[in-house]
T-cell receptor, first 117, second 112 residues
Framework: DTAVSQTPKYLVTQMGNDKSIKCEQN?????MYWYKQDSKKFLKIMFS???????INETVPNRFSPKSPDKAHLNLHINSLELGDSAVYFC????????????????FGEGSWLTVV | AQSVTQLGSHVSVSEGALVLLRCNYS??????LFWYVQYPNQGLQLLLK??????LVKGINGFEAEFKKSETSFHLTKPSAHMSDAAEYFC??????????FGAGTTVTVRA
């Protein structure tokens, strides 16, 4: 069973469209994340939710809106897509918030390749 | 805030040779350090991590890393490269702001 699963894996869409990426984790973790990996493979956190509550929002445009219906799901909705949004988006989860827990490991999904044309 | 610098964006090694990937960190508090691997078109997988205790950390697939506080380094090594080690490797640090900050990544290619 896949621990962190996200869909779709590949998505090609036109500028101006609205799209969503769904993420589910079956690890029983309390914290979920969205990371963006750009064309140079640089990874940067976008959002973090702990038990459905937003705890990190890293200066991401308002066009990006995460939604967490329950602690096992964290979906990412993107409005008015722009060319610069083309990237790989990774969902991830951990038992606790990143950082101060020695047992805390972040588990990543397989990624969603978004191409805006 | 904390950060990591990975020295060398691309490393090429011969099969059977030593793999050495360099990572230096900056953190205002004792850091937690991680190495992740990303195979082509896949997500990130944890190789190993350092939190506290023993400074030499062993991970999966024969990799290990040593935390050296005096050098603010956490270099990753593997004694003998295998073709399957070809991938992107990321060093990451978790510090005082509860975020995991990644380095720019190092691409490893293995020559037959």
């Amino acid at each position: 069973d896949t621990a962190v699963s996200q869909t779709p894996k590949y998505l090609v869409t036109q500028m101006g469209n609205d799209k969503s990426i769904k993420c589910e984790q079956n690890l029983g973790h309390d914290t979920m994340y969205w990371y963006k990996q750009d064309s140079k493979k640089f990874l940067k956190i976008m959002f973090s939710y702990n038990n459905k509550e937003l705890i990190i929002n890293e200066t991401v445009p308002n066009r990006f809106s995460p939604k967490s219906p329950d602690k096992a799901h964290l979906n990412l909705h993107i409005n008015s897509l722009e060319l610069g949004d083309s990237a790989v988006y990774f969902c991830a989860s951990s038992q606790l918030q990143t950082g101060r827990s020695s047992g805390n490991t972040i588990y990543f999904g397989e990624g969603s390749w978004l191409t805006v044309v | 805030a904390q950060s990591v610098t990975q020295l060398g964006s691309h490393v090429s090694v011969s099969e059977g040779a030593l793999v050495l990937l360099r990572c230096n960190y900056s953190s205002s508090v004792p850091p937690y350090l991680f190495w992740y691997v990303q195979y082509p078109n896949q997500g990130l997988q944890l190789l190993l991590k350092y939190t506290t205790g023993a400074t030499l950390v062993k991970g999966i697939n024969g990799f290990e890393a040593e935390f050296k506080k005096s050098e603010t380094s956490f270099h990753l090594t593997k004694p003998s490269a295998h073709m399957s080690d070809a991938a992107e490797y990321f060093c990451a640090v978790s510090g005082s702001d509860y975020k995991l900050s990644f380095g720019a990544g190092t691409t490893v290619t293995v020559r037959a």
